[in-house]
């Protein structure tokens, strides 16, 4: 064989070979990418988005968008290829496969975190728009989930309304593990707590507040890892509104919306438009208190955010030095902290006075 066909086959063959292991070779890596974006105002699915009853409303135009990150699953692995691809385009970012799924998080394990922070985040968001417009929200502290096999299961129930642990009044859900902590394993724990069945019976019939107190019992046992007295709950909080806000948007996952359901809700609840009809998308936790915190993947929710026609975006102050690195054309980046200071910039951008908002600088 002459030498030139046979090098000639030589480098087919290698590339072929190369192809292969670029195709068959999987890499721990997993790609980010710009996801839908809906407007907090409009409807998706074919029905509002936010819908409340038992208050007065006011028509909204404009938008606040809510943005997304469109990721690769929990069980998909990467070849090479898509790696090398993801690498070399301009809006897809390429991360390791654990910054997105620690622990070898499976694909369930990850949609339902995602599901319990979207859930909370529409919770945040109703009273932190509340709270802005003056609107009383009362809290309680519920027990949130009973794990399976620990001594509080079959004495504590998910809803149960805890008023007291050892006497001392429960105001915020980590004052349970502060005094729970105190005992040493094997010692018991009283809950003084409102049956989950009663504090609902209430809540039905207007009641703000359920009868039915009674004191349970709990052994305490070993924490998994460490020396301290668990009981095995989960406390949360338990909201009651004075009238019903919804939040008809069951499909997208994660915290990250919190920010931007409750300025809609805020503009549902008030005269006018809070946008003066400009397009404004945005991104950020949202805490009871209003604050504002950050999220992953800004940079992709800016460019989904620009390619829908957004001109400003709402960015939580610790992302603003990454996002700022590479801003679209045409999109100003407008720095928060809470929601006052987003409905302050709104109204800025509303009255054209934008020469004076908060932009994101460069780290």
């Known amino acids: 064989m002459p030498r030139r066909t046979a090098t000639m086959l030589a480098s087919i063959l290698t590339l072929i070979a190369l192809l292969c292991a670029g195709v068959l070779i999987p890499v721990p890596y997993s790609e980010m990418s710009p996801g839908p974006t809906v407007n907090t105002l409009g409807e998706h699915g074919g029905e509002p988005v936010l819908q409340v009853s038992g208050h ?45 799924y620690p622990d070898g998080q499976t694909a369930e394990q990850a949609n339902q975190e995602n599901a319990e922070e979207f859930s909370q985040s529409q919770e ?21 989930s ?46 003084t707590i409102v049956p989950a069945k009663a504090a609902a019976a209430a809540e039905k019939a207007g009641k703000p507040e359920p009868r039915g107190t009674r004191t349970v019992t709990v052994p305490t046992k070993k924490a998994p890892g ?40 805020v503009d549902k609840l008030t005269p006018g438009d809070l946008t003066g009809g400009t397009f404004v998308a945005g991104t950020g936790t949202i805490e009871d208190d209003g604050t504002v915190g950050p999220i992953g993947g800004i940079e992709m929710k800016t460019v989904g955010a620009r390619g829908k ?55």
């Open 146 to 191: 009973v794990v399976k096999g620990s001594p509080a299961q079959g004495r504590l129930h998910a809803g149960d309304v805890i008023k007291a642990v050892d006497g001392k009044r429960i105001a915020q859900p980590g004052d349970v593990a502060k005094v729970v902590t105190r005992h040493e394993p094997g010692e018991k724990v009283e809950f």
């Open 309 to 363: 026609g957004a001109r400003y975006f709402l960015t939580p102050e610790d992302n603003c030095a990454a996002a700022a690195r590479d801003v679209p054309a045409g999109l100003t980046l407008v720095k928060v902290d809470t929601i006052r200071d987003a409905v302050t910039s709104l109204e800025k951008i509303r009255k054209g006075d934008t020469g004076q908002l908060p932009e994101c600088a460069k780290g």
């Open 124 to 144: 945040s968001a109703k009273v932190a728009a509340l709270r802005q417009l003056d609107i009383p929200v009362s809290a309680r502290v519920v027990v949130g």
């Open 226 to 265: 460490d020396d301290r007295a668990i009981v095995g709950i989960q406390a949360g909080t338990d909201h009651t509104f004075p009238f019903e806000v919804d939040i008809k948007l069951a499909d997208v996952g994660g915290p990250s919306a919190g920010l931007m359901f409750a300025l809609g809700i």
């Open 56 to 100: 007065k409303t006011y028509p909204a135009s404009g938008n606040l968008n809510m943005t997304t990150v469109r990721v690769t699953g929990a069980d998909y692995r990467m070849n090479l290829f898509e790696a090398v691809y993801g690498w070399l385009s301009h809006d897809n970012a390429v991360v390791p496969h654990n910054t997105l």
